[in-house]
Structure formats: structure tokens, C-alpha cells
């Protein structure tokens, strides 16, 4: 970013932002494709395939980068419990089919008129609070690959603000890879689309869909759609609550046919690209043609290849648009009701590790305090 806060309009600098606001979320992205690879028994070629062209046709459509990021809660249950992909697969789908439903109906649009500013803010502080947390783990796992990751990043926000502080650490965590990683065996790993069996789609159900559904609405629909507006202004105008859930459904009925994650997107994913220099469409497509290059072409060592991939400078990434991210609360500090409003939410979120609880706690409180002033006036 230059001097005047903007990014280059053309030519190879511009390039470079662009380039490095695609890789923008890859310390969310990575360390969940990893873990439904290894514990899930994901085939990594569909898993970063159906993300590759998520992130395109998002771009495509929203004319801006869009974030794709495997569904939180639903992997850290799956991952934890150790469901197999066809159960993750059918929750996916149903999943969609939710999304698809609300967002045609209209309800999407109802429901998200219900989130007042201050509830929004709080989901988005809580979640840059968790990013926070959960960088501290990948950062202390590699602890002096993050510092030179953390110097590197800190002398390009305010030393050498015209190069792109992902640049370089793409450069070192490419080298690192190719090191680390071992021989690479090229070509896809084989796959064929077919519906999850019958005895799979009760326990998504009841185990994945019905814990994401209310994180997703809060954070991937009503926070991106704020989110977005921010960061992009008018650039934005698409993103909106029927056309965010309707192009998350789209891609979790597909992906779940053909066998790969399910997957949103997120308010914390849209500020990850934009902090580190998407300021267009163009970072979705590099993103994007990036991953199906990966799935189609060293499908076989994906797993190798990203999990050679240095945790320290994921965790640094992660680190920064965490903080970035609770910087949204800063509009509404001049509002002693609405802060405390959010900081409940963004607390209690944090505390429980699960942000629906916040934000359902913050709209319980928004409504029953505006019903007791009402009532005062009365």
C-alpha cells in the first residue's frame, strides 16, 4: 500500500498486491484442508478443486475476492469426531438446500434486518479474538519462522509500505516447501460424483448442520455483507443477505456431490484479502487458478505439499487479520450501549469458543434493553 492508503491502479505493482491479497486466508484455509485430508479422508483433489472454482465463480460474480473457507464449526466437529467425508459431504448438501431455501424466500433478507449494528460489530471483534488464539498455536509451533514472518510483516506496514509484505513470505514458505515437502508425484487422485448413502444424512443433520447453521447466517452472511461494504463500498453493491447464501448453497449442493468440503464464506476471509492487497476480483482468480492447478496437477502431494507449508508465517497471517478484523468495532466506540452490546457478544464467544452463543446472547440483550427503554418512554 502506498503512502495515500490506496493500492496501485496498474502495472507490476499492482500485480504484486494482487498476488498477495489472493493468498491473503490461506492460515484459515490451509490448516482445515490439512486436517479433513488427514482425519477425514477427504480426496485432496476434489477438496481444492471445488475450491479453486468456488473462488473463481465468486470472483466472477461479486466482482470482488471473495473468501472460501471450509464451514468452521462443521469441520471442528467433524474433525474431532472423526466422521467420514460422506457424512461431512451429506451435511454440506443439506446445508444448501437450507441456504438455497432462505435466500429465494426472501428470509435470509428478513432475518438479517433482526442483527443491529452492535451485534454485528461483536460477532466480528469475537472472531478476530479467536483468529487471534488460534494463530498463538501455529505461531508457537514455529517460533522463529514466525518472528523473521512477524518482522517481515511489520516492516512493510510502516517501513517499505510499497511492496506487499506476503510477497516475501511466499518467496521463503515456497522455498520451505519445496525443501520440506519431499518428491512430488504429479497428477489428480481419481474421483467420481455420487450421492452420500441414506444412512448418512440424519447424522449430518443432527451433528454438523444444525450447530453451523445459526454461525454461518451470523458471521459467513449478515458480518460478510458488513464487512464487505466497508472494505469495498459501492464495488459491493451484489453482496447482499439473498445473493451471499444463495452462492454458498450453489457451491455446498455441488461440492458435496462431488465430494468435496463444504465450504462459505466469511467476514474474517473477506478482510484477510483485502488487508494484504485484493482490491478487485483479480486475487480470486489468481487464488482460484492457483488451487485447481494444485488439484489437477499435484493432487497426489497436496497434503504433503501444504503441510510442509511453515505454520509460523500461517500463524502471523492469521494473527494480523485478526486484528484487522476487530478493528470493525471502531464506528460504533462513540455509542456506550452499542459497545457494550458487542463486547458481550464478542466476550462471550470468545469465552465458550462459539460465536452463536455470542451473538445470540447480544441480540437477546439488544431487544430486551430496547424493549425496556420503550417501555420507559411509555
Known amino acids: ?8 491502479a496498474t502495472g507490476f505493482k ?24 488427514a482425519r477425514n479422508g477427504f480426496n485432496p483433489t476434489v477438496l481444492f478443486l471445488m475450491a479453486g472454482l468456488f473462488y473463481i465463480g465468486s470472483a466472477w460474480y461479486f466482482d470482488i475476492t471473495m473468501p472460501v473457507q471450509p464451514l468452521k464449526a462443521m469441520s471442528a466437529i467433524a474433525i474431532a469426531s472423526g466422521l467420514s467425508y460422506t457424512v461431512i459431504n451429506a ?28 451485534v454485528v460489530r461483536g460477532i466480528q471483534l469475537g472472531l478476530g479474538l479467536i483468529l487471534i488464539k488460534a494463530s498463538l498455536n501455529l505461531i508457537g509451533t514455529d517460533p522463529l519462522i514466525a518472528s523473521l514472518a512477524g518482522f517481515i510483516l511489520i516492516l512493510s506496514i510502516f517501513v517499505v509500505k510499497s511492496v506487499p509484505a506476503l510477497i516475501p513470505l511466499l518467496i521463503i514458505a515456497i522455498g520451505m516447501v519445496l525443501k520440506n515437502s519431499g518428491g512430488l508425484v504429479t497428477g489428480p487422485v481419481p474421483f467420481s460424483a455420487e450421492l452420500p448413502g441414506q444412512d448418512s444424512w440424519w447424522t449430518a443433520f443432527n451433528l454438523l448442520v444444525l450447530p453451523q447453521i445459526a454461525l454461518t447466517f451470523g458471521n459467513a452472511i449478515v458480518a460478510t455483507e458488513s464487512a464487505g461494504n466497508i472494505l469495498y463500498g459501492k464495488r459491493a453493491e451484489k453482496l447482499n443477505l439473498k445473493n451471499i447464501p444463495m452462492s454458498m448453497a450453489i457451491a455446498n449442493i455441488v461440492s458435496g ?20 492487497g485484493a482490491s478487485s476480483n483479480r486475487s480470486g482468480y489468481i487464488i482460484g487458478g492457483t488451487l485447481i492447478a494444485l488439484a489437477l496437477l499435484f493432487g497426489n502431494s497436496i497434503l504433503s505439499i501444504v503441510t510442509a507449508f511453515p505454520k509460523g508465517i500461517l500463524g502471523i497471517l492469521l494473527c494480523y487479520v485478526g486484528i484487522q478484523h476487530s478493528f470493525f468495532v471502531k464506528d460504533i466506540l462513540s455509542d456506550r450501549m452499542s459497545v457494550f452490546i458487542a463486547l458481550t457478544v464478542a466476550v462471550t464467544g470468545f469465552v465458550v469458543n462459539n460465536l452463536t452463543i455470542g451473538f445470540l446472547t447480544g441480540l437477546v440483550m439488544h431487544y430486551s434493553l ?3 427503554a420503550n417501555t420507559a418512554r411509555e
Open 257 to 276: 456431490i462431488t465430494g468435496g468440503a463444504p465450504m462459505c464464506h466469511g467476514s474474517g476471509g473477506l478482510t484477510a484479502h483485502h488487508k494484504f
Open 370 to 372: 430496547n424493549g425496556i
Open 14 to 37: 499492482r500485480a504484486m498486491w494482487d498476488i498477495s491479497g489472493a493468498f491473503g486466508d490461506i492460515g484459515v484455509l490451509l490448516p482445515l484442508a490439512i486436517a479433513l485430508i
Open 91 to 118: 451435511g454440506g448438501i443439506l446445508l444448501g438446500v437450507i441456504l438455497l431455501l432462505i435466500s429465494m424466500t426472501g428470509l435470509s433478507v428478513w432475518l438479517g434486518n433482526l442483527f443491529p449494528v452492535s
Open 1 to 8: 500500500m502506498n503512502a495515500s492508503g490506496n493500492y496501485p
